[in-house]
């Protein structure tokens, strides 16, 4: 039986993303939109800021999520979703704003996080504790970058 969420302890705090993850329909979907202030925040700094961030909250999404999945006693639980957070942060890397980058780098996102083809599901079924839920969306979300990027280059996609 998985023990409750405190939002008071903070890597529960963010490893819920912001309370976002305890939604009570799809909150892996509704956290990815937790990312959207640091996606703000980021976008017009340098490219090797941006990914600099992306590393900072991705390891600290180690601690944050592992602890929180320890604290519920249930690993991956879906109301945690900082995972979900650093890969639409990382889907957006470099990426002029607009609602349809927004929009797309989402989708792309969520597809590759729901469907985890290849090497995101190895990922996700051989790794445990905050590696185990970080490192395929971490993965997902280079995925939706690359496609992202291509759509952008290719002119498929206006930025």
């Known amino acids: 039986m998985a023990k ?3 939002l008071k302890r903070p890597h529960q705090f963010f490893g819920l993303g912001f309370g976002l993850g305890l939604s009570p329909v799809a909150p892996g979907t509704v956290g990815t939109f937790a990312a959207l202030p640091f996606i703000f925040i980021t976008y017009s700094y340098p490219l090797w800021l941006q ?3 992306a590393i900072v909250i991705s390891v600290f999404g ?3 999520c592992g602890q929180t999945a ?3 006693q249930v690993h991956d639980h879906p109301a945690i979703v900082w995972d979900e957070v650093a890969g639409f942060y990382i889907t957006m890397l470099g990426a002029a704003l607009s609602w349809q980058t927004l929009l797309a780098g989402f989708l792309l996102f969520r597809f ?3 469907v985890k083809p290849g090497p995101i599901k190895l990922l996700d079924k ?3 504790g905050g590696w185990g839920i970080m490192a395929d969306d971490i993965l997902a979300g280079v995925f939706s970058l690359i496609c992202l990027q291509a759509l952008l280059k290719t002119g ?3 930025g």
Request: with cysteine; charged share 25%.
């Open 51 to 53: 990914c600099v961030f």
């Open 126 to 128: 051989r790794l445990k």
């Open 70 to 72: 320890k604290d519920v």
């Open 156 to 158: 498929v996609l206006a």
């Open 62 to 64: 180690l601690w944050a």
């Open 4 to 6: 409750q969420f405190n």
């Open 112 to 114: 590759f996080d729901i």
